[in-house]
């Protein structure tokens, strides 16, 4: 069985950093891209980014909200995906959810998903 | 960034119904769109990909259809368990980007 849990959520003042965790279960996990998708309180569904397999490199591409503060990675021997959040504002506010991605090198279908982890940024 | 528009915002229907939700993507996305449901609390799942293709278990009461820049998700006779938001998102181009999301409810 396939699962995805997102772990490290939690209260963070504006300004400081976070890091969320994605363990993984039930599923080839190096060859997969993983992505992240995160959802203010409320509101609709934003992609924040994804990690490619190391296949293809292992690169990372960002949603331009976030880019240059917040960073993805991957522990393959693990199984684990990682979000390095930087700079947090007010408006990251939101539940942050970890999904898996492509395995071919096609992007952009998210198929299984974590139950999400809250991420509050307040003074 | 491929903006994704959908209609109705929200509907209210019956057990029974037939439910019909558009998205409109704002530039030629040809198959590449995946429907997803989200039940209050819970994470988004996954109902149809490239259009018109099926998940793994789920019931085919559940359809997709459309191209290019007009697709709808038809949901034939409506469960008490299809009560939730609705989102589409395009898969063609980098960043994934999803639909505001259409609300069911009774």
């Known amino acids: 069985e396939v699962q995805l849990v997102e772990s490290g959520g939690g209260w963070v003042q504006p300004g400081r950093s976070l890091r969320v965790s994605c363990s993984t279960s039930?599923?080839?996990?190096?060859?997969?891209?993983m992505s992240w998708v995160r959802q203010a309180p409320g509101k609709g569904l934003e992609w924040v980014g994804f990690?490619?397999?190391?296949?293809?490199?292992?690169?990372?591409e960002y949603g331009a909200s976030v880019k240059g503060r917040f960073t993805i990675s991957r522990d393959d021997s693990k199984t684990i995906a990682y979000l390095q959040m930087n700079s947090l504002k007010i408006e990251d506010t939101a539940v942050y959810y970890c999904?898996?991605?492509?395995?071919?090198?096609?992007?952009?279908?998210?198929?299984?998903w974590g139950q999400g982890t809250l991420v509050t940024v307040s003074p | 960034d491929i903006q994704m528009t959908q209609s109705p915002s929200s509907v209210s229907a019956s057990l029974g119904d037939r439910v019909t939700i558009t998205c409109r993507a704002s530039?030629?996305?040809?198959?590449?769109l995946n429907w997803y449901q989200q039940k209050p609390g819970k994470a988004p799942k996954l109902l149809i990909f490239?259009?018109?293709n099926l998940q793994s278990g789920v019931p085919p009461r559940f359809r997709g259809s459309g191209s290019g820049t007009d697709f709808t998700l038809t949901i034939t006779s409506l469960q008490f368990e299809d009560f939730a938001t609705y989102f589409c998102?395009?898969?063609?181009?980098?960043?994934?980007?999803f639909g505001q999301g259409t609300k069911v409810d009774i």
């Open positions: 999904a898996r991605d492509g395995g071919d090198g096609d992007y952009g279908t998210f198929d299984y």
């Open positions: 039930g599923f080839p996990f190096g060859d997969y891209a």
């Open positions: 990690i490619r397999s190391k296949a293809y490199g292992e690169t990372a």
């Open positions: 530039h030629n996305i040809y198959k590449y």
């Open positions: 490239d259009a018109s």
């Open positions: 998102q395009q898969s063609y181009s980098t960043p994934p980007t």
